[in-house]
């Protein structure tokens, strides 16, 4: 796992190397950030794939999406930011590739996808609940929850899209998954 080994060269923080990229699009002030944070995107990738070749393919895949959409955002904490960016490009990966995967139901919406090799058939009802639970939310709930977790936006992008304050978005999120979960529950035991 030499790979993984941390080259700290430098003694910039986060924020200074991301601003420098920012301003210069120079892939190697990038490439020194994300090396200080790989053997975590690492660690969570295989948390999530249990594979270590497609691990090791996930986090130059994140890498590939980090050139773009550090660029885009405004990042604030970028360890916290790399670690969300890098959850969701596995369960997305899991989503798209995995024929085998199912709801979490203990945690609807933060895991929403495991492997079950033996569950191929309960897949498609798996995924039709989660759709039949998204449509009984409130309108407000199922946008927050569709725009924070399909579409990847955080709080304050999800605020200044609907008008909803920062407050109502956190909620309509916790809410919403404490709904899924409540619904999921009851309609796995039919």
Same mark, same amino acid.
């Given at each position: 796992? =030499?790979? /993984?080994?941390?080259?700290?060269?430098?003694?910039?923080?986060?924020?200074?190397?991301? /601003?420098?990229?920012?301003?210069?699009?120079? !892939?190697?002030?990038?490439?020194?950030?994300?090396?200080?944070?790989?053997?975590?995107?690492?660690?969570?990738?295989?948390?999530?794939?249990?594979?270590?070749?497609?691990?090791?393919?996930? $986090?130059?895949?994140?890498?590939?999406? /980090?050139?773009?959409?550090?660029?885009?955002?405004? $990042?604030?904490?970028?360890?916290?930011?790399?670690?969300?960016?890098?959850?969701?490009?596995?369960?997305?990966?899991?989503?798209?590739? =995995?024929?085998?995967?199912?709801?979490?139901?203990?945690? $609807?919406?933060?895991?929403?996808?495991?492997?079950?090799?033996?569950?191929?058939?309960?897949?498609?009802?798996?995924?039709? !609940?989660?759709?039949?639970?998204?449509?009984?939310?409130?309108?407000?709930?199922?946008?927050?929850?569709?725009?924070?977790?399909?579409?990847?936006?955080?709080?304050?992008?999800?605020?200044?899209?609907?008008?909803? =304050?920062?407050?109502? $978005?956190? =909620?309509?999120?916790?809410?919403?998954?404490?709904?899924?979960?409540?619904?999921?529950?009851?309609?796995?035991?039919?």
């Amino acid at each position: 796992m =030499s790979w /993984l080994k941390r080259k700290n060269t430098t003694e910039e923080t986060d924020e200074q190397l991301l /601003l420098r990229y920012k301003f210069s699009g120079d !892939l190697e002030v990038l490439g020194q950030l994300y090396q200080r944070y790989m053997p975590m995107v690492y660690g969570l990738c295989l948390k999530y794939l249990h594979d270590e070749e497609l691990s090791k393919d996930a $986090v130059m895949q994140i890498f590939e999406e /980090l050139i773009g959409k550090a660029k885009k955002h405004e $990042v604030a904490q970028f360890r916290s930011w790399l670690y969300v960016l890098s959850r969701n490009y596995c369960l997305m990966h899991l989503r798209h590739t =995995s024929k085998n995967a199912a709801i979490n139901i203990d945690n $609807v919406m933060e895991s929403a996808f495991i492997l079950h090799p033996d569950e191929n058939e309960h897949q498609e009802a798996h995924f039709k !609940l989660l759709e039949h639970c998204l449509e009984k939310l409130a309108p407000a709930q199922k946008e927050s929850i569709n725009l924070f977790y399909l579409d990847n936006k955080c709080y304050k992008e999800i605020a200044e899209t609907t008008g909803y =304050s920062l407050n109502d $978005v956190k =909620s309509y999120i916790q809410n919403g998954k404490r709904n899924l979960k409540i619904c999921f529950d009851r309609n796995s035991e039919k």
